[in-house]
C-alpha cells in the first residue's frame, strides 16, 4: 500500500515540476519579446550640458553605471511622469539584467517628487534603503536600478523660485 501511494506521490510532484517549469519558460519568453519592442516616442533624450535648461525643477543624474549606454554626469530632466527600466516603453532606458522591463518610476504629486518601485524583481533603492511604497524624493537622494545610480537634483523648487 505504502508503495503505491510513494508512487503517486511522485508522479505528482513530477506533474507539478513540470507546470512549473512550463510557466516559467512562459514568463522568459514573454519578458524576453517585450524587451526587443522598439524604441518608444516619447523616449527622453540626454541633453548636453551646455543645453540643460536652470530653470527646470528636477533632473536624475547618473552617478554610477555599468551600462555602456548611461555614462556618469548623463541627464534626465524630470518634466512629466517618468518610468524607468529595461522595456521599450521606459522614458529612461537600462539595459541592465537587473532591471526589471518597468522597474520604478517618478512622478508628481502636490508639488512633490515620488519614487514608486513597480514590482520590480529585484527591488529599487533610494539611498540604500528598499522602496516598498511610494517615498517622497529629496535633494541629493541617490536611486539605485540595478546597477545604475542616479542622483535626484531639485534646484531652486525647494525654495520655491521656480513655481
Known amino acids: 500500500m505504502s508503495a503505491v501511494l510513494l508512487l503517486i506521490l511522485r508522479y505528482a510532484f513530477l506533474l507539478l515540476l513540470v507546470i512549473f517549469i512550463t510557466r516559467l519558460v512562459k514568463w522568459m519568453v514573454s519578458d524576453l519579446l517585450t524587451e526587443q ?3 518608444p516616442v516619447g523616449q527622453l533624450e540626454k541633453p548636453e550640458k551646455k543645453e540643460i535648461n536652470e530653470t527646470a525643477a528636477s533632473r536624475l543624474v547618473v552617478i554610477n553605471s555599468s551600462s555602456p549606454d548611461l555614462q556618469c554626469g548623463d ?3 524630470i518634466d512629466r511622469d517618468i518610468v524607468l ?6 522614458n529612461i ?3 541592465d539584467t537587473f532591471a526589471s522591463n518597468q522597474h520604478a518610476r ?9 519614487l514608486e518601485d513597480m514590482g520590480s524583481t529585484n527591488g529599487t533603492f533610494v539611498n540604500e534603503v528598499q ?11 541617490r536611486i539605485r536600478v540595478g546597477s545604475v ?3 535626484f537634483v531639485r534646484w531652486g523648487h ?3 523660485l521656480y513655481n
Open 158 to 160: 525647494e525654495m520655491g
Open 106 to 114: 517618478v512622478f508628481v504629486r502636490k508639488g512633490q517628487y515620488w
Open 93 to 95: 532606458l537600462i539595459k
Open 149 to 151: 545610480t542616479f542622483q
Open 37 to 39: 519592442a522598439p524604441h
Open 75 to 77: 541627464t534626465f530632466l
Open 131 to 141: 522602496v516598498k511604497q511610494p517615498v517622497v524624493l529629496a535633494d541629493g537622494d
Open 85 to 90: 527600466g529595461r522595456g521599450g516603453g521606459c
